[in-house]
């Protein structure tokens, strides 16, 4: 089993940029896909942006072309670049192995994660 822990979270205003870290611990790292996920207050946790074992990348329809995840097998590590941040991109952020693999139907992730860590604070306001 993968055991998150996020990193990277703060207090940004509108336009800005932050990149968030987790390390996932686990002998399997390398071979699962790897999805970052975020939940904003009163809302459903959504799907933000995956990365397949072999580096495809996948985005939700509201990040893409603003976020970039990528990762670092040796080092255990999957990142999420963010640029171009908006008020609505405020949220806790969380990283987890997706439930299935890594998929983009209808401009959203398919997959939800299969288990969280304690996750990280991202508020973008001015």
């Known amino acids: 089993q993968v055991h998150p822990v996020e990193s990277g979270g703060g207090l940004v205003q509108p336009g800005g940029s932050l990149t968030l870290s987790c390390v996932a611990s686990?002998?399997?790292?390398?071979?699962?896909?790897m999805g970052w996920y975020r939940q904003a207050p009163g809302k459903e946790r959504e799907g933000v942006a995956c990365?397949?074992?072999?580096?495809?990348?996948y985005y939700a329809g509201v990040v893409k072309g603003r976020f970039t995840i990528s990762r670092d097998n040796a080092k255990n590590t999957v990142y999420l670049q963010m640029n171009s941040l908006k008020l609505e991109d405020t949220a806790v952020y969380y990283c987890?192995?997706?439930?299935?693999?890594?998929?983009?139907?209808?401009?959203?992730?398919?997959?939800?994660?299969?288990?969280w860590g304690q996750g990280t604070q991202v508020t973008v306001s001015s």
């Open positions: 987890a192995p997706p439930l299935g693999p890594c998929m983009v139907e209808n401009d959203n992730l398919v997959n939800d994660g299969a288990y």
């Open positions: 686990g002998s399997i790292f390398s071979i699962d896909g």
């Open positions: 990365i397949s074992s072999i580096g495809n990348t």
